[in-house]
């Protein structure tokens, strides 16, 4: 999106501002006003039409050039990919859900996890739901009411069994490849879902195994209550399993959504779960619920290009180039501008997308590798919305304590959000997460992987 022969202009980045502020200030005023979800009553698509409004009246050029650059923006490659990802997704995730994934994956895990690791084993088994379903406030509504239970039951801190709910949500989310999250990040910077997992994982899993020592010392129950065993189907969870393994080993996410849609609705038809016709409906369902994102997706990459013709992300870039002095300052410089955004719009993917082309043209001017880009767009998003006390996530779950706890005793114990800033952090001047990106470099003149010559294919 970026034209270098565009006359840098700091007008043309009042409309992405009048979004933020917008949207920001509605949610604000609804909080105060009494509503414990004001930030998700007012529509993240509505803001952004009044920043496009804007965009229309302040930036420069004929109506009928504007409205071309900006109907480009809507249909840019990388835009409409992500958005058919959305709806795939959301499709595969309600189907599942349907037939009893969500369930079968719970029970499961509650069954063969001892009763002395239960703190543990929550984290777990959201971890789990969360990496295969793709959403943290699923994950959070699914678990919550049974890890609230427990800790009833067992003596545990309630702040810390949320805290280790929303951690492991927060994992999960974050990995996952069916993620909007992940979607929003690896679309925007022009790579593949399993590239951006292989080199994200090596940030979360350090953090992810430094949460469980912390659980296993401080997390052990006052009362250790008598093991029980739950119903689940196994079968039930292959759909979950398949996505994951086949999007890891490099299949098209495109494929593998759609043939894992359709695993679980056969699974689902045979278990009696729903006849043909429902599952026909399930899946239009799915579509649905992925209206909102998909229609902001669209609006914020025609605002994007709005903002770019006009001059605004030359300006910008003109700026950072003050303070960002090579590769590692510019990924510092992303990490902060992805934190701030999730902090001011309280939704993680809404961060990425309005960050995401600014960290694609920092990324290509410093040459950072965008498999890295993609991760710390979204491990960042993560860190923000999983613990800022305003969060749906963090809302939603203290809310099964019945008001026992609020979101700032939680806040101080929500030691996986920490230990993956601490981590993503490190590997910026420590690069021991970077073996996949080093094995597969990146050609920065054709925005690709570098593809291998012969000689070193033979050899």
Same mark, same amino acid.
């Given at each position: 999106?970026?034209?270098?022969?565009?006359?840098?202009?700091?007008?043309?980045?009042?409309?992405?501002?009048?979004?933020?502020?917008?949207?920001?200030?509605?949610?604000?005023?609804?909080?105060?006003?009494?509503?414990?979800?004001?930030?998700?009553?007012?529509?993240?698509?509505?803001?952004?039409?009044?920043?496009?409004?804007?965009?229309?009246?302040?930036?420069?050029?004929?109506?009928?050039?504007?409205?071309?650059?900006?109907?480009?923006?809507?249909?840019?490659?990388?835009?409409?990919?992500?958005?058919?990802?959305?709806?795939?997704?959301?499709?595969?995730?309600?189907?599942?859900?349907?037939?009893?994934?969500?369930?079968?994956?719970?029970?499961?895990?509650?069954?063969?996890?001892?009763?002395?690791?239960?703190?543990?084993?929550?984290?777990?088994?959201?971890?789990?739901?969360?990496?295969?379903?793709?959403?943290?406030?699923?994950?959070?509504?699914?678990?919550?009411?049974?890890?609230?239970?427990?800790?009833?039951?067992?003596?545990?801190?309630?702040?810390?069994?949320?805290?280790?709910?929303?951690?492991?949500?927060?994992?999960?989310?974050?990995?996952?490849?069916?993620?909007?999250?992940?979607?929003?990040?690896?679309?925007?910077?022009?790579?593949?879902?399993?590239?951006?997992?292989?080199?994200? &994982?090596?940030?979360?899993?350090?953090?992810?195994?430094?949460?469980? &020592?912390?659980?296993?010392?401080?997390?052990?129950?006052?009362?250790?209550?008598?093991?029980?065993?739950?119903?689940?189907?196994?079968?039930?969870?292959?759909?979950?399993?398949?996505?994951?393994?086949?999007?890891?080993?490099?299949?098209?996410?495109?494929?593998?959504?759609?043939?894992?849609?359709?695993?679980?609705?056969?699974?689902?038809?045979?278990?009696?779960?729903?006849?043909?016709?429902?599952?026909?409906?399930?899946?239009?369902?799915?579509?649905?619920?992925?209206?909102?994102?998909?229609?902001?997706?669209?609006?914020?990459?025609?605002?994007?290009?709005?903002?770019?013709?006009?001059?605004?992300?030359?300006?910008?870039?003109?700026?950072?180039?003050?303070?960002?002095?090579?590769?590692?300052?510019?990924?510092?410089?992303?990490?902060?501008?992805?934190?701030?955004?999730?902090?001011?719009?309280?939704?993680?993917?809404?961060?990425?997308?309005?960050?995401?082309?600014?960290?694609?043209?920092?990324?290509?001017?410093?040459?950072?590798?965008?498999?890295?880009?993609?991760?710390?767009?979204?491990?960042?998003?993560?860190?923000?919305?999983?613990? &800022?006390?305003?969060?749906?996530?963090?809302?939603?779950?203290?809310?099964?304590?019945?008001?026992?706890?609020?979101?700032?005793?939680?806040?101080?114990?929500?030691?996986?959000?920490?230990?993956?800033?601490?981590?993503?952090?490190?590997?910026?001047?420590?690069?021991?997460?970077?073996?996949?990106?080093?094995?597969?470099?990146?050609?920065?003149?054709?925005?690709?992987?570098?593809?291998?010559?012969?000689?070193?294919?033979?050899?």
């Amino acid at each position: 999106m970026n034209d270098n022969n565009t006359k840098s202009n700091g007008i043309a980045l009042i409309p992405f501002l009048i979004f933020i502020v917008v949207y920001l200030g509605v949610g604000l005023s609804l909080v105060l006003g009494g509503e414990e979800m004001g930030f998700y009553q007012f529509k993240a698509p509505i803001a952004v039409i009044i920043g496009i409004i804007f965009a229309f009246i302040l930036i420069k050029g004929e109506m009928n050039k504007k409205f071309d650059v900006f109907v480009r923006g809507c249909g840019e490659e990388n835009i409409i990919i992500m958005c058919i990802i959305y709806i795939l997704a959301g499709a595969f995730s309600t189907v599942s859900e349907s037939m009893g994934g969500v369930e079968a994956t719970v029970n499961l895990g509650l069954s063969i996890i001892p009763p002395q690791y239960i703190t543990v084993g929550i984290f777990i088994i959201a971890a789990f739901l969360a990496l295969a379903t793709g959403t943290s406030v699923g994950t959070v509504v699914a678990l919550g009411p049974i890890a609230i239970g427990f800790a009833e039951k067992a003596g545990l801190s309630m702040p810390l069994i949320v805290a280790t709910l929303i951690g492991g949500s927060m994992f999960g989310d974050n990995l996952s490849i069916i993620s909007d999250t992940t979607i929003a990040a690896t679309r925007t910077q022009g790579v593949e879902q399993s590239e951006k997992f292989k080199t994200n &994982i090596m940030i979360a899993i350090p953090a992810f195994a430094l949460t469980i &020592i912390l659980l296993i010392i401080f997390g052990r129950p006052e009362v250790v209550t008598e093991a029980q065993v739950y119903e689940y189907n196994l079968i039930k969870i292959i759909p979950y399993l398949f996505v994951l393994i086949a999007a890891v080993a490099g299949v098209n996410v495109f494929v593998v959504l759609t043939l894992g849609t359709i695993l679980a609705g056969i699974i689902g038809i045979v278990g009696g779960s729903f006849n043909a016709m429902a599952f026909s409906n399930l899946v239009f369902d799915g579509f649905n619920g992925m209206f909102e994102i998909f229609l902001l997706s669209l609006l914020t990459g025609g605002l994007a290009a709005l903002v770019t013709y006009g001059g605004g992300i030359n300006w910008l870039m003109e700026k950072v180039r003050g303070f960002i002095k090579g590769p590692k300052s510019a990924q510092v410089g992303i990490a902060s501008m992805t934190l701030l955004t999730d902090f001011a719009t309280a939704n993680n993917t809404v961060a990425i997308i309005i960050a995401g082309p600014i960290a694609k043209n920092i990324a290509m001017e410093y040459k950072v590798d965008p498999r890295r880009t993609a991760s710390i767009l979204d491990a960042f998003g993560s860190v923000g919305q999983g613990f &800022i006390p305003y969060g749906v996530q963090l809302l939603m779950a203290v809310q099964f304590t019945n008001g026992a706890v609020t979101p700032f005793q939680v806040m101080p114990l929500l030691w996986y959000q920490f230990a993956l800033a601490f981590f993503a952090i490190l590997s910026i001047y420590v690069p021991f997460a970077n073996g996949y990106i080093n094995k597969h470099p990146w050609d920065f003149n054709k925005w690709q992987p570098l593809k291998k010559s012969k000689e070193e294919v033979v050899s």
